[in-house]
């Protein structure tokens, strides 16, 4: 090559490299110190332990929900779940457990609330004596006949009966409810390490009774825990993939370990970035490190490879250095500009760790960028690194790749209908994807929290509250007996739904109070005749509960409205959707207008979230494409070839969405996210590929057929490799504890290797299809 | 000795200072413990002898999303000179419309469960209220019947902590754990000022220690020129964030109620 073909960015990359072989070390002290300094901000990073971190601001369905807590009270919860080896709940010895579980669950940090079977505001009359007291106190010298009775109380009362009692009496629950400062991150973790410390005291203290924690702040706590078992995991498997994918590639120790600096360094910026933006790291954004790393191995390979074929050509260190800086420089950029603007249009999605990882992975990618075009070229020329000029690429890869070739330049039509037919085919299954986000399927089986969530469900409850604040239109007007007997028939209604375990209403304690006020007469277990009565039965009773026992959590303060919360069963979020829907349209043909009422809660808000992400990211999408294009036009000097590039990029992930309805039927939140940023990588090898294709037509006057073996021949190695790096970089995130994570992963590592196949089999082909028609007017340049 | 009306401790003494004495407590320990009880017992001493006394009330609850809410009632108290056994309170409800009328009578026990009836004008009957432990909140707000009734000076037993700056004044500062079985606190922190002797704060701490509700109050007048009341009383849950404010109106005292007029059958005839 001579100066004056050179480009302009061609001539400012071989000033760059230049000045960098003139001052390596000035220049590895410079970027080292660069890094240093970014990379500090890691001290400052947390990880979050609150699901609520998947909602923005913004969220309709948390602004919903956060009204509801603001009127009523936060949703945290522990949910112990006992279950007795004997099955008998209504045991001397279970009962004292309980009690005890009860006592003590009241120290746990932040709790404001206990409610068990035991301490359970049993309301009765004799005469004209109100009597409302523990169900159970001092069990352990009831007699069996007592107990017995309780149990039937228990059995009958419908704010215990499949919430805190099984319907056989075998297992209970014990329920707390706690109101989380909300200052620092340890706040979670203490109150999980109380609860769980008091569930092993109690196994221990009453062998043969089975104790669990799960609940909503035991979610929070699993969220916290899977970012960091991944952390302790992923990120080192993946790290030593790379180290022994490098060392196979580049065969010297010394520059593995140069690379592995660039890595490194990468991945610390990026994360020191997140902690001076104060980026709380989730489970979903946990996976950043595992991907920057991922992704910096590209730039630095194709510079690297380059290196050392021109060494192995002959060229001494420092040449060949200036030549691959030069030659890899454009190439570089504007792959990692479109895969960062791949990653940066998940800012457009609605959930806040989406846009954490992206902003992260985008900040590592540039990072990757500027080392692997300082760092790098610093580093080995001052090293005395011993390159073995000997040994080629691996023969057998060599020839596959070169078989591959000649097969499609040969079978170029039966290849193109192929990938139509196989795209559209796959990308007709697409509708069929269930979106699914139960929260307690996220955490895979290895999990505590998943075990113990199952346990609770199998033995107890559902774990899925909906709430509805269900509204009187005025102050004190709870008490109309219109309204009562309204809240009644929504009761009524939910308990017959299939979905529902579980409803808490206030109508099940007005009706027991009627009948309390009736010395305990049967028949009056209805709604009380006039608003007076109930008010007044209402203000007894209030008189009577003791602290952390009262129904301020489920009335609020101008009595306006009530709380009714139905318990749902273990199912998916689309059935949670239809239930939803059907309980909106219940309300719409069944209650005034003033008592309407949406329904809300964490299972609201997951049952939406990848719908809403979905529809959100449709924008980011179609951004990240045009821009995408833009670069692709920009990068091959060709508006006909930057758009024509998009068609085997998108086929993939078609193709993937395609085969994941077939395979696997169901996906959570993870699908708004693989789109974007798939496409955004796996553009790279098209550019490479097209880059070398049109080279060889516009430098070298070949043919189709001649420019496609051209590019096979330079890049399609470099293709195979990377592709195959990165598709083991993210199928390493399929071993995610979090299963949004797992998914994000399988779905990329999927996209990435039938792009490679697609750049192998498809691109060619369409380049090769119509050669005769469009021959004529030739490829522009 | 009951502090239905917005002041705070009240009731005779002697005798309790006679038993701290007789149970010869060491000097050293005496120290907190005794200055401790002493400081409160002077509060309450500072309001012996009113007889009896009558006072309209308004609480206005607030939730954590800032909505609001308001109840109005008038309150009767007889005080019982007999320290051991408490004072006698007559509420009665005027607001919300429909708890209007409803009377709640209370005869305070010290140690063990009051004594409670009320009476459902909806029903014409009235109940009595047999539950152990009444500790919650009272009419759905941030103030638990204990902490409108127990301020009753053998409820606790005290240990003074320190003197501090409070407002324009100065306060002792004085522990207090609760001594009946059933409260709703493991302790309570109280400000009581040097000047004329009244409650100006109090802390209250929830059964694992953690600060549960802050009770402050404003706006203190001398009656009879011997009686300070305190005409507003803001309680703030730091826990929920939810709190309710109590304003003290239209106090009148020597009403020249008496032991008949705190009894369940008086309850009937109210209106």
Redo the contacts between chains.
């Keep these: 090559m001579q100066n004056n073909k050179y480009t302009r960015v061609d001539r400012f990359a071989v000033a760059l490299a230049e000045k960098i072989l003139l001052y390596p070390k000035i220049t590895i002290f410079i970027t080292l110190l660069i890094g240093a300094l970014l990379a500090s901000g890691v001290i400052r990073l947390q990880v979050s332990n609150n699901y609520r971190v998947f909602f923005s601001e913004k969220n309709p369905d948390l602004i919903a929900f956060e009204?509801f807590?603001?009127?009523y009270?936060?949703n945290d919860n522990f949910l112990f779940v006992l279950k007795p080896a004997d099955g008998q709940v209504f045991a001397r010895r279970t009962v004292d457990a309980v009690e005890q579980l009860t006592k003590k669950a009241?120290?746990?940090?932040?709790?404001?609330r206990v409610d068990s079977v035991t301490n359970f505001q049993h309301s009765w009359a004799d005469g004209?004596?109100?009597?409302?007291?523990?169900l159970i106190r001092n069990g352990a010298s009831l007699s069996s006949e007592e107990l017995d009775s309780r149990r039937e109380i228990a059995l009958a009362e419908p704010l215990l009966r499949g919430q805190l009692i099984s319907l056989d009496a075998d297992t209970t629950g014990v329920n707390v409810t706690l109101?989380y400062p909300e200052k620092t991150l340890t706040e979670v973790p203490t109150a999980t390490a109380a609860a769980r410390r008091i569930a092993a005291e109690i196994e221990k203290d009453y062998p043969g009774v089975e104790v669990v924690v799960s609940g909503i702040s035991a979610l929070n706590n699993a969220f916290a825990e899977s970012t960091v078992r991944d952390g302790i995991t992923l990120f080192p498997a993946m790290f030593v993939v790379l180290v022994i994918a490098t060392w196979l590639i580049v065969r010297s120790v010394s520059v593995t370990l140069i690379k592995i600096v660039v890595i490194i360094l990468s991945t610390a910026v990026a994360m020191g970035y997140a902690g001076f933006a104060g980026i709380p790291i989730s489970p979903f954004s946990g996976s950043a490190p595992v991907i920057i790393l991922t992704l910096a191995i590209a730039d630095s390979i194709h510079i690297m490879s380059s290196m050392i074929t021109l060494m192995r050509e002959g060229k001494d260190k420092l040449t060949a250095i200036k030549e691959s800086v030069r030659i890899n420089f454009l190439p570089v950029t504007i792959t990692s500009v479109s895969t960062i603007v791949g990653f940066l249009a998940l800012n457009f999605s609605d959930a806040p760790p989406f846009h954490h990882l992206g902003n992260m992975a985008s900040v590592g990618i540039a990072a990757a960028w500027f080392y692997s075009l300082t760092f790098l070229p610093a580093a080995i020329s001052i090293c005395p690194c011993r390159i073995r000029l000997t040994s080629g690429q691996p023969r057998g890869l060599q020839r596959f790749v070169e078989r591959i070739a000649a097969f499609v330049t040969t079978h170029y039509k039966a290849m193109s209908i192929c990938c139509v037919v196989f795209t559209v085919g796959l990308a007709l299954a697409i509708p069929t994807i269930d979106l699914n986000d139960q929260w307690v399927k996220y955490f895979d089986e290895r999990f505590e929290f998943r075990k113990d969530a199952e346990f609770a469900i199998n033995n107890l409850t559902g774990l899925y509250p909906v709430e509805f604040s269900v509204s009187s239109g005025e102050?004190?007007a709870i008490?109309n007996p219109s309204y009562l007997e309204k809240l009644e028939e929504l009761t009524e209604w939910l308990r017959k739904q299939p979905e529902v375990v579980h409803v808490y209403s206030y109508a099940d304690i007005i009706k027991r109070l009627n009948k309390n006020?009736h010395e305990d007469d049967p028949a009056w277990y209805r709604i009380p005749d006039?608003?007076?009565?109930?008010?007044?039965?209402l203000?007894?009773y209030?008189?009577?509960?003791?602290?952390?026992?009262?129904?301020?959590d489920r009335?609020?303060?101008?009595?306006s409205a009530t709380r009714v919360t139905a318990t749902l069963n273990d199912i998916p979020t689309r059935q949670t959707r239809a239930f939803i829907t059907r309980a909106k349209e219940w309300f719409s043909t069944n209650m005034p207008e003033h008592m309407r009422s949406g329904p809300t809660g964490a299972p609201v808000m997951f049952s939406y979230i990848s719908e809403r992400n979905i529809h959100d990211m449709l924008r980011g999408n179609v951004i990240a494409v045009i821009l995408i294009a833009i670069i692709m036009m920009i990068a091959l000097r060709s508006v006909t070839f930057g758009a024509f590039s998009l068609v085997p990029n998108i086929m993939p992930i078609l193709m993937t969405f395609g085969i994941w309805a077939i395979l696997v039927g169901q996906i959570g939140m993870a699908a708004a996210t693989v789109s974007a940023t798939s496409l955004g990588i796996i553009v790279d090898d098209t550019v490479h590929f097209l880059t070398k294709y049109l080279r060889a037509r516009r430098e070298q006057g070949l043919d189709r057929a001649g420019a496609i073996n051209y590019a096979f021949s330079t890049v399609g190695f470099a293709i195979l490799t990377t592709s195959i790096i990165l598709a083991a970089g993210f199928g390493v995130l399929a071993f995610s504890t979090f299963k949004i994570t797992g998914e994000m992963g399988t779905l990329t590592a999927l996209a990435i290797i039938i792009a490679l196949v697609g750049d192998f089999l498809f691109l060619p082909s369409l380049l090769l299809l119509g050669s005769k028609k469009t021959s004529s007017k030739g490829v522009k340049p | 000795m009951i502090s239905f009306s917005g002041r705070k401790l009240s009731q005779s003494i002697i005798l309790s200072l006679f038993l701290s004495f007789t149970v010869g407590a060491p000097a050293i320990a005496q120290s907190t413990e005794q200055k401790g009880f002493e400081i409160s017992a002077r509060s309450d001493r500072s309001d012996r002898g009113f007889s009896d006394s009558r006072v309209k009330l308004k609480m206005i609850?607030?939730?954590?999303?800032?909505?609001?809410?308001a109840r109005t009632l008038e309150i009767s108290t007889l005080e019982i000179p007999d320290e051991n056994i408490g004072d006698k309170g007559l509420l009665i409800?005027s607001s919300?419309?429909?708890?209007d009328g409803?009377a709640?009578l209370s005869h305070v026990k010290i140690l063990k469960p009051d004594d409670?009836w009320?009476y459902?004008?909806?029903?014409k009957?009235?109940?009595?209220?047999?539950?152990?432990?009444?500790?919650?909140?009272?009419?759905?707000s941030e103030f638990?019947?204990e902490d409108i009734t127990g301020q009753e000076l053998n409820k606790y037993t005290y240990e003074y902590l320190r003197e501090e700056p409070c407002g324009e004044l100065v306060c002792d500062v004085i522990k207090r754990l609760p001594r009946y079985e059933?409260s709703?606190y493991t302790q309570q922190i109280a400000w009581i000022d040097r000047k004329v002797y009244q409650t100006r704060k109090i802390e209250f701490y929830?059964?694992?220690g953690?600060l549960l509700k802050t009770l402050s109050f404003e706006d203190y007048r001398l009656y009879q020129k011997k009686f300070w009341r305190a005409q507003k009383m803001f309680m703030n849950n730091h826990?929920?964030?939810?709190s309710t404010d109590l304003i003290y109106s239209e106090y009148t005292f020597g009403v020249g109620l008496s032991e008949k007029d705190f009894v369940k059958g008086v309850l009937r005839r109210i209106r």
């Design positions: 009204k807590e603001g009127t009270t936060k009241w120290s746990i940090p932040f709790a404001t004209d004596d109100l009597t409302v007291e523990d109101q102050a004190g008490s006020m006039s608003r007076e009565l109930a008010a007044q039965y203000l007894l209030e008189l009577s509960l003791p602290y952390g026992l009262d129904l301020n009335i609020n303060i101008d009595k | 609850l607030r939730n954590a999303a800032g909505a609001e809410s409800f919300p419309a429909d708890i409803t709640l409670q009320l459902l004008p909806a029903l009957r009235t109940k009595r209220i047999s539950s152990v432990n009444k500790s919650g909140p009272f009419v759905g638990s019947f059933y709703g929830d059964r694992k953690d826990q929920n964030g939810k």
